[in-house]
């Protein structure tokens, strides 16, 4: 056989993870759901419900609201105030596994500096004024500067002892190989911060001691699934935006690899070529700019239960992906005609969505 046909082969039997593509435009579905728009806000980023139905809504210029399902919104009093400029600010909002009882929350936003913003993580406890009280920064990236992609988000184990914090290569991914960067890594911190000893560089300290996994260049979801598995995806360069299953100590490929290409039109090594790095268990060309990420449980939509929902900027849409023996597959998309930045399931099992926009519509999603 020629040598390329041998090399292919042999790349083929590899154990990399399977890929599996979604070609090309998807045709629309029709929607299950009516939409009502309940409120509008400054460039709202993302959402948290509370236990009673109301809501936690970051601005990314700045400003942390309480709203209600009726769409009142009140200021809540000392929030971060953010470096915000083009894709960074005030970013994820997430509320602590014990929640109910502690009161406690979590923030990432983009600290300003003298040597440029840096993507920080804090802890704050939620008060009936409401304000934020007792903000304690947990954790900073050092070194800080970077032009945009910070991914920012945060995801708690279901056994509720481990913060995971998602961090973009801040569009600087020429310093992604150095372990001692923070950039284009998962971290794993205890809930107040601390290093976990059971990561896998748990004793080297620094950056390295809370890595978890590394390779990614701009995660804007992370959620864990009904079945404990926890998923990420992230946006890719001129196509190959990808969905992975998060595994420890794992290396995703970027900027190595990717299934898309550079914005040139210069080619990237496709997954294929490097099976000693994980491939993405989904991908997309021509991007869906995918943007925030919740698994689906509840009574209103019982043909959505365990599917994964997540929002599309560049493409306007609900997207839903469903799991067949653990393996993903886009089963619709639903145009909703604005950019989608997040996806959040509320208590009664209806589905909200931020619009991405100056005038950010909040909507939610209700079975026909």
Same mark, same amino acid.
């Given at each position: 056989m020629a040598l390329p046909l041998l090399l292919a082969l042999a790349l083929l039997a590899q154990p990399a993870q399977a890929q599996n593509r979604q070609i090309g435009e998807r045709p629309d579905a029709t929607p299950p759901f009516s939409v009502t728009e309940v409120a509008r806000l400054e460039s709202p980023w993302a959402m948290a419900f509370l236990p009673d139905g109301r809501m936690l809504v970051t601005q990314r210029p700045g400003g942390l609201f309480l709203v209600t399902q009726q769409g009142d919104l009140t200021e809540v009093a000392n929030a971060p105030e953010p470096h915000a400029q083009g894709q960074n600010g005030l970013l994820d909002v997430a509320l602590a596994p014990d929640f109910d009882t502690s009161g =406690? =929350?979590?923030l990432t936003y983009t600290a300003p500096g003298r040597n440029g913003n840096a993507l920080t993580l804090v802890r704050a406890r939620l008060t009936d004024a409401p304000a934020l009280e007792e903000v304690t920064e947990l954790w900073r990236q050092d070194p800080p500067g970077g032009g945009g992609h910070p991914g920012a988000q945060i995801a708690f184990d279901p056994s509720g002892e481990y913060l995971f =914090?998602? $961090?973009? !290569? #801040? @569009?600087?991914h020429d310093r992604l190989p150095d372990p001692d960067d923070p950039r284009g890594k998962i971290l794993r911190l205890? *809930? !107040? %911060?601390?290093v976990p000893a059971d990561n896998p560089m748990a004793g080297e300290g620094g950056v390295r001691a809370l890595t978890w996994t590394t390779g990614h260049r701009n995660p804007y979801g992370l959620a864990f699934a009904p079945d404990? #598995? *926890? /998923?990420?995806?992230?946006? %890719?360069? #001129?196509g190959g935006d990808e969905m992975n299953l998060i595994e420890r100590g794992a290396n995703y490929g970027w900027p190595l690899v990717s299934n898309g290409r550079n914005y040139g039109g210069s080619d990237i +090594? !496709?997954? $294929? @070529? #490097? +099976? !000693? *790095?994980h491939a993405p268990a989904l991908w997309w060309t021509p991007v869906i700019a995918p943007a925030g990420l919740s698994f689906y449980s509840g009574a209103?939509? +019982?043909e959505w239960e365990g599917a994964a929902l997540i929002g599309g900027l560049a493409s306007q849409a609900l997207v839903v992906v469903q799991f067949d023996n653990g393996v993903p597959n886009e089963t619709a998309r639903y145009y909703m005609e604005a950019r989608i930045r997040d996806v959040a399931v509320a208590p009664d099992g209806a $589905? /909200? *969505?931020i619009e991405d926009d100056v005038d950010g519509r909040l909507m939610r999603l209700t079975a026909e």
């Open positions: =406690l =929350l979590y =914090l998602a $961090v973009g !290569d #801040r @569009t600087e205890h *809930l !107040d %911060g601390s404990g #598995r *926890l /998923w990420e995806h992230e946006m %890719g360069p #001129r +090594p !496709d997954h $294929v @070529t #490097r +099976p !000693d *790095l209103m939509f +019982p $589905v /909200w *969505l």
